[in-house]
């Protein structure tokens, strides 16, 4: 029985805005109609209640991969491709930005040829690099602009805006970049012909963007640079490597340690001197990020079947596999590889008969908070499902994300009547029936998709509004889902 309904509604006029450069917002044939525009702010999902899901599915190639493959690549030496770049809207504001920059991009579906410039080749731009929805196009782009000769102003859309920049312009400063704000936040004004000092520099959250910020703007200085994580309870990296793991892939040389104090330790990477990189292929292993949410939906469909083909691995991006483990999910791990740094694999979560979820007293802080960072909003929904429910502290991190996650993890979970209860760094959800509501995802891809799933766990039929923000990550994502309902 086929229980998702998927329309979009109008609630009240709309007005249509065309997308610059960027795919339809919708894909599937529910949406032809709007393949060259977007409506914003009524754009509206049905879900209903659902059975079972089956089927093999390749989601689309990690984000955070694609993002650095490609601006490594634009100041490398030589050119390259990357197969199964992402799909979505952000690594698209990506590449946009590198063309402005003059760097040679031909995409042809899901293959992107990069001509690198090297270090010192980009060119002046002759608009504003608007980054869209994309934090870490921005962060990550400010420290290759913050090497040049040339001026750069970088922009983003209203969500983007509003985020904190400050994080990446104190190191940037400090190393002696010419970068000016607006009260902590974009647009950036990035001034050329600084010369960067080298740097030691302790992270005082930790960002992956703020970590890649520095490593790239190092680049550009004569000396090494350091980057040291906040102490965590872990003796491992605790915000995605992927930077680190590309930079080394592509020639340059980093190294790592780990220091302790008082039982806790700090993860340090240093960037040697004089790092050149030479251009070479990346293939991009599907984003665990945006399979979580199928992981999440099977886990809680009784009789579900399902297989992720060819996901990333990376240690500090698969503590969602470890947490369904944890929570008595079968869940198996097949066709193990390594390729350009990055682990990758294929994922089954399936039911046998009468399998359950086990009282776990599920409760995530620390740096294991700062590894599933992404994964909290589908994490929450996860929660209504436990017995024992689930706790997250220490994720203060998730109001400053593409909304504030917390809040709209609490106010949705609360409309669909889960009990739940709200802490400044983080939430506790317990188990709960969910009912029908109307959703308001607040244009946020993760909080739009994680409602879906919740949506099918609940009796009636749930609407979420600004439905079309999942492009920013998975232009496919209803569709997709769609086909692995009986
Ligand atoms: C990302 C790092 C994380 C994550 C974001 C992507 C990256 O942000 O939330 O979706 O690609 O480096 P922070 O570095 O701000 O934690």
Known sequence: MRVLVFTSVSKRPSWKIPIMDSAARFNGPHFVNLRKTVIFDDQMMRISKSGPLTGRIKVPGDKSISHRAAMLLAISKGSAEITNFA??????????????????????????????KGKRGLEEPATPLDCGNSGTTMRLLAGILAGQEFDSLVVGDESLNSRPMGRIAEPLLEMGADIRLRENRAPIKIMGGACLRPIDYSLPVASAQVKSCVLIAGLYTGGPVSVISPPSELRAPISRDHTERMLTYLGAEISEEFREADGEFSHVIK????????????????DISTAAFFLVAAAGLRGSDITLLDVGLNDTRKGIVDVMQEIGVRIEVTNKSISCGEPRGDIRVSWDGDCELIESNLKISGGRTAALIDEMPVLAV??????????????????????DRVDAIVKNLKRMGGAVEEYEDGFRVSKSNLTAAEIDSRGDHR????????????????????AGCVAVSYPDFFETLNGLVD
């Open 87 to 116: 799909t979505g809207d952000d690594c698209a504001s990506t590449l946009r930005c590198l063309k402005a920059l003059g760097v040679p991009v031909s995409k042809n579906g899901s293959t992107v040829q990069i001509f690198g």
């Open 271 to 286: 960037l040697s001197p004089g790092s050149e990189l030479q251009a070479r292929d990346i293939r991009v292993p599907g």
């Open 382 to 403: 996860l929660g209504t499902l436990l017995p024992g429910g689930i706790e997250v502290r220490d994720a203060s991190e998730l109001r400053v994300k593409e909304s």
């Open 447 to 466: 909080i739009a998709m994680a409602f879906a799933v919740a949506a099918m766990f609940s009796e009636g039929e749930s609407v979420i509004n600004d």
